[in-house]
């Protein structure tokens, strides 16, 4: 399977999104209101938005891709007290790559969960999406915009 990343690019296995510093020469600067007052170890806002451990988000991605898809597991802090995300990734068909001639059969807008986990900083986040976690041969019902996961 081929993980959110570079490939052939030594790196730190914990680690999922590189800093900006390491990664290109000319640094924009992002503000994000991030509310979060370190009582509560379960949910927090963004931009106005209220996420919580549990909710499904994208995610800020690497190269000029679409968005990554994660479920935000535990909040946690850095050194500096700020708040950072656990997250484990779900995948698009296209970014997981089985062997030579094995073909993934997936309907429109499905993602594969995986037990790929990182610790992302909070300005990763974009906003929040749903998905809808199905069983096999459940369709989604008409009418609902959202990824599906078997």
């Known amino acids: 399977m081929l993980m959110h990343g570079l ?6 296995p914990s680690r999922h999104m590189w800093s900006v510093s390491s990664r290109v ?12 007052d370190g009582s509560s ?25 679409p968005p990554l898809i ?4 535990w909040l946690t802090t850095d050194k500096e007290n700020n708040l950072r995300l656990v997250v ?12 030579k001639g094995i073909a993934l059969e997936a309907v429109p807008n ?7 986990r990182d610790e992302i900083p909070t300005a990763s986040l ?10 096999k041969g459940v369709e989604l019902p008409s009418g609902v915009s959202s990824f599906v996961c078997r």
Do not use: Q
Not at 7 to 12: D, K, L, Q, W, Y
């Open 88 to 99: 484990n990734w779900l995948y698009r068909p296209s970014e997981i790559r089985l062997g």
């Open 25 to 36: 020469s000319t640094i924009t600067t992002t503000i994000v209101t991030v509310d979060w």
């Open 70 to 73: 994660g479920i935000i597991r």
């Open 110 to 116: 499905e993602v594969f969960y995986s037990f790929h």
């Open 126 to 135: 974009l906003h929040p999406c749903k998905v809808a976690f199905l069983p």
């Open 7 to 12: 490939e052939g690019e030594n790196r730190t």
């Open 41 to 65: 170890t379960n949910c927090f806002s963004k931009d106005g938005r209220k996420m919580s451990v549990g909710d499904c988000a994208l995610f800020k991605p690497l190269h000029d891709s």
